[in-house]
């Protein structure tokens, strides 16, 4: 196990593990620590902590400093600039006539680059777009292209569930969701019903989907003849929370239904009724 501080940085819920040194830090602090693309300023989530050998980046990047004042007037000033830099790209991207969405804008601690976002149907071809911008702000550019889940991530939002999108708010990365998971789960398909602001099946369908997994295998499919205590009949649905299902019975003339626990009832080669034993030989002629 190593010893690490978390830390994280505005507009990204990602914890990254860094090297205190002999700092002495407290949760919630504003700190400049030294990435991969030069310095940057983030905040403390925790003084300490333990995490495997495994999660972390060796060497470990240092922690340079607790953020000054003067540290804070420079995010501040930097975070200043967004609104006009982001005015200025558009006008640039309309008077190319890019197809391109611009979505956001970063400077660089160091004010050495200007980090532009955008999505985009197919591959932009925008380098003279960046000679345009160079020329207005004199440092380095860069422009990123993202699909539609980052673009959510980026703006954030409210979620069906009147939650923030998991992806902006709660989710370090993005996970593997696919339609499986909304079927073992018994949720309707329809597109408008699983799908999240980026038009993407929602991130929450993975987060059960394990248990979802499991029950499935435990319990008949619907349509499914089962047999009863009360006799034979077919499953109509099925609540996999309570591991129980409801069997539409024909008895006598009359049709009732009757919820079970699944351990109650018997399916698949056990539901079948024995084959009837033939008393007589086969003789051959």
Same mark, same amino acid.
């Given at each position: 196990?190593?010893?690490v501080v978390?830390?994280k940085?505005?507009?990204?819920c #990602?914890?990254y593990y860094?090297s205190?040194?002999?700092?002495?830090?407290r @949760?919630?602090?504003n700190v400049?620590?030294?990435?991969?693309r030069?310095?940057?300023?983030?905040?403390?989530v925790?003084p300490?902590?333990e995490?495997?050998d495994?999660?972390?980046?060796?060497?470990l #990047?240092?922690?340079?400093?607790?953020?000054?004042e003067?540290?804070e007037?420079?995010?501040?000033r930097?975070?200043?600039r967004?609104?006009e830099?982001m005015?200025i790209?558009?006008?640039?991207?309309?008077a @190319?006539g890019?197809?391109?969405?611009?979505?956001?804008c970063?400077f660089?601690?160091d +004010?050495?680059?200007?980090i532009?976002?955008?999505?985009a149907?197919?591959r932009?071809?925008?380098?003279?777009?960046?000679?345009?911008?160079?020329?207005?702000? @004199?440092?380095?550019?860069e422009?990123?292209?993202?699909?539609s889940?980052?673009?959510?991530?980026?703006?954030? +939002?409210?979620?069906p569930?009147?939650?923030?999108?998991?992806?902006?708010?709660?989710?370090p990365?993005?996970r593997?969701?696919?339609?499986?998971?909304?079927?073992?789960?018994?949720?309707s398909?329809?597109?408008?019903?699983?799908?999240?602001?980026?038009?993407?099946?929602?991130?929450?369908?993975?987060?059960?989907d394990?248990?979802?997994?499991?029950?499935?295998k435990?319990?008949?499919k619907l349509?499914?003849?089962?047999?009863?205590p009360?006799g @034979? +009949?077919?499953v109509?649905?099925a609540?996999?929370?309570?591991?129980?299902v409801?069997?539409?019975?024909?008895?006598d003339?009359?049709?009732?239904?009757?919820?079970?626990?699944?351990?109650?009832?018997a399916f698949?080669?056990s539901?079948?009724?024995a084959?009837?034993?033939?008393?007589?030989k086969?003789e051959?002629d």
């Amino acid at each position: 196990m190593a010893k690490v501080v978390v830390i994280k940085f505005k507009g990204n819920c #990602k914890p990254y593990y860094f090297s205190a040194g002999k700092l002495e830090l407290r @949760r919630g602090q504003n700190v400049v620590v030294e990435t991969s693309r030069g310095q940057e300023l983030g905040f403390v989530v925790s003084p300490e902590a333990e995490v495997s050998d495994e999660a972390v980046v060796t060497p470990l #990047k240092p922690v340079l400093r607790i953020a000054t004042e003067k540290d804070e007037e420079i995010a501040a000033r930097n975070e200043g600039r967004r609104e006009e830099a982001m005015k200025i790209c558009k006008e640039k991207i309309a008077a @190319r006539g890019l197809p391109m969405k611009l979505i956001g804008c970063e400077f660089t601690f160091d +004010g050495s680059k200007v980090i532009f976002t955008f999505t985009a149907e197919n591959r932009v071809d925008f380098r003279e777009l960046v000679k345009d911008l160079a020329s207005v702000f @004199r440092i380095r550019i860069e422009l990123k292209q993202v699909g539609s889940r980052d673009e959510t991530r980026l703006l954030g +939002g409210i979620a069906p569930c009147g939650r923030e999108v998991c992806c902006a708010g709660s989710m370090p990365d993005f996970r593997k969701v696919s339609i499986k998971m909304a079927k073992n789960q018994g949720l309707s398909l329809n597109p408008g019903k699983i799908s999240g602001l980026c038009g993407r099946l929602m991130c929450c369908l993975s987060y059960e989907d394990e248990y979802y997994a499991g029950a499935c295998k435990q319990m008949p499919k619907l349509g499914a003849n089962v047999s009863t205590p009360e006799g @034979r +009949g077919m499953v109509i649905s099925a609540n996999m929370l309570k591991m129980e299902v409801r069997v539409k019975i024909e008895k006598d003339g009359a049709v009732f239904y009757r919820d079970y626990p699944v351990g109650e009832i018997a399916f698949g080669k056990s539901a079948e009724p024995a084959a009837e034993e033939d008393d007589g030989k086969n003789e051959e002629d």
